[in-house]
């Protein structure tokens, strides 16, 4: 005899009944997108500037430099501190 679920599936849209959460979610994704059309076009633009690999990469490590050296470390020292 197999039991009911305890609670019944439901669908994936329901969160976007709350406006707070449908205005929250629509800005992430455009944030992101930004971010994606940012990363595309700083590589393709200095790809034109100077094909050399090492300066490609380079505007990719300058644009994700500050998430390492502040957002890592403020991560692992809220790990330490109550």
């Known amino acids: 005899m197999s039991k009911a679920p ?3 599936a439901q669908p994936f849209a329901v969160p976007f009944r709350h406006p707070a959460f449908a205005v929250i979610w629509t800005a992430t994704l455009v ?3 930004g971010g994606w059309m940012y990363s595309a076009a700083s590589g393709w633009l200095m790809t034109g500037l ?3 690999p090492l300066i ?3 505007v990719q490590v ?3 430099l500050p998430i ?4 890592l470390p403020a991560g ?3 790990d330490i501190f109550d």
């Open 31 to 33: 944030s992101n997108v």
């Open 62 to 64: 300058a644009s994700n």
């Open 6 to 8: 305890a609670h019944p």
């Open 76 to 78: 692992a020292f809220a």
């Open 56 to 58: 490609v990469a380079l």
């Open 50 to 52: 100077n094909p050399d």
């Open 68 to 71: 390492f050296l502040l957002a």
